[in-house]
């Protein structure tokens, strides 16, 4: 009986590691269709993904949301190691970008030339 009380109990305080950073901002089954269309090596296009993702249509509120998501370390700003990363915030199993992509990802966003991607250069990129 005792340990049968004891298995009704789980440790509700044990947080999942929630990956699903996105979900209530936006659609899961649009979040599948732009990162199935950037699957293979060399195919990520920040454009395409922003549409199909449905990011490019949000409020500024919702777009500074994504960027604190993306933004890993709260820097403020999202550097190159991020931006390599962005899919996963998408989903965990999905693929690093390459160099390449990530190279072209910054300077496409990169508009003052430091290094990195700030909230007001995240906006006008989803916007683009
Ligand atoms: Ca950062």
């Not at 699957?39 to 500074?64: C, D, M, R, Y």
């Not at 915030?89 to 003052?112: C, Q």
Request: net charge positive.
């Amino acid at each position: 009986m005792q340990a049968y009380r004891y298995m009704l109990s789980p440790n509700r305080k044990k947080k999942p590691r929630a990956k699903m950073a996105f979900a209530g901002v936006l659609k899961a089954a649009d979040i599948t269709a732009a990162l199935d269309e950037c699957k293979g090596a060399g195919s990520f296009n920040h454009k395409k993904f922003f549409a199909k993702v449905g990011l490019a249509g949000k409020t500024p509120a919702e777009i500074k949301k994504a960027f604190e998501i993306i933004d890993q370390d709260k820097s403020g700003f999202v550097e190159e190691d991020e931006l390599k990363l962005f899919l996963q915030n998408f989903s965990a199993s999905a693929r690093a970008l390459s160099d390449a992509e990530t190279k072209a990802f910054l300077t496409a966003g990169d508009t003052d030339g430091d290094g990195k991607i700030g909230i007001d250069e995240f906006a006008a990129m989803v916007k683009a």
